[in-house]
């Protein structure tokens, strides 16, 4: 069935450094991809998205990487603040679907 | 603005309760998504309305599960004779309407303990 992944479950680094999170999907019917953000105890939050016809979109600190070909999916933070700490999720929308579907999250922790 | 709530935010059952779960959806949003996290996990999808029409109810893991949105509006998820397995934080979320791109607000969750 569909699934979305991620690389690595944990990831430590030192404020002010840079961060990237990965993410590999294997539904290549999937359109639209999204990063949420979660802290304990509260929903997903949304950070950044971008759609299939794209491979780069960038935020306010933050940069999402898409590579169709590996199936690869990326989350980059730059100069990571203690606020950034928090659980990070990709998620994929099928063409045409509605629901969303998850990888398992990448726990990510700044140290100050 | 008001986002998305849900209540109650903590719920502990005794094996073989039924629980309802409510969640008020942001004002004016027409789609509504219902999902299951369990812990360490991400969401998983349950079930999704349009207004009142449930679309797809396709992640519900069992009969056991029900959920509904009578006037387009509120949401309430029920589970029946619950068990240990259902134990998961439920989140809801909502967006503004039923296109693919629109994004879907979270809400905080409930937390069902069973016991």
């Known amino acids: 069935g569909e699934s979305v992944g991620l690389h690595l479950p944990t990831l430590s680094v030192q404020e002010g450094d840079n961060s990237i999170i990965n993410c590999a999907y294997s539904n290549s019917a999937s359109d639209y991809f999204i990063w949420y953000k979660q802290e304990s105890g509260k929903g997903p939050q949304f950070i950044i998205d971008i759609r299939s016809n794209m491979d780069k979109r960038q935020g306010q600190r933050v940069t999402v990487l898409l590579n169709k070909t590996v199936k690869h999916l990326s989350l980059q933070i730059a100069a990571t603040q203690p606020g950034d700490s928090a659980v990070y999720f990709c998620?994929?929308?099928?063409?045409?679907?509605?629901?969303?579907?998850f990888g398992q999250g990448t726990r990510l922790t700044i140290n100050p | 603005g008001a986002g998305v709530s849900q209540s109650p935010r903590y719920k502990v059952a005794k094996r073989g309760q039924d629980v309802a779960l409510r969640c008020d959806p942001i004002?004016?949003?027409?789609?509504l998504f219902w999902y299951q996290q369990a812990l360490g996990q991400g969401p998983e999808f349950l079930t999704y309305f349009q207004n009142e029409a449930q679309l797809d109810k396709s992640g519900l893991p069992s009969d056991r599960f029900f959920a509904e949105r009578p006037e387009g509006s509120v949401s309430t998820l029920k589970i029946q004779r619950t068990q240990q397995e259902d134990s998961a934080v439920y989140l809801c979320?909502?967006?503004?309407?039923?296109?693919?791109?629109?994004?879907?607000?979270f809400g905080p969750g409930t937390r069902l303990t069973v016991l």
């Open positions: 004002s004016g949003h027409v789609s």
């Open positions: 979320a909502s967006s503004e309407s039923g296109r693919s791109y629109n994004e879907q607000f």
């Open positions: 998620a994929e929308r099928g063409k045409g679907a509605q629901k969303l579907v």
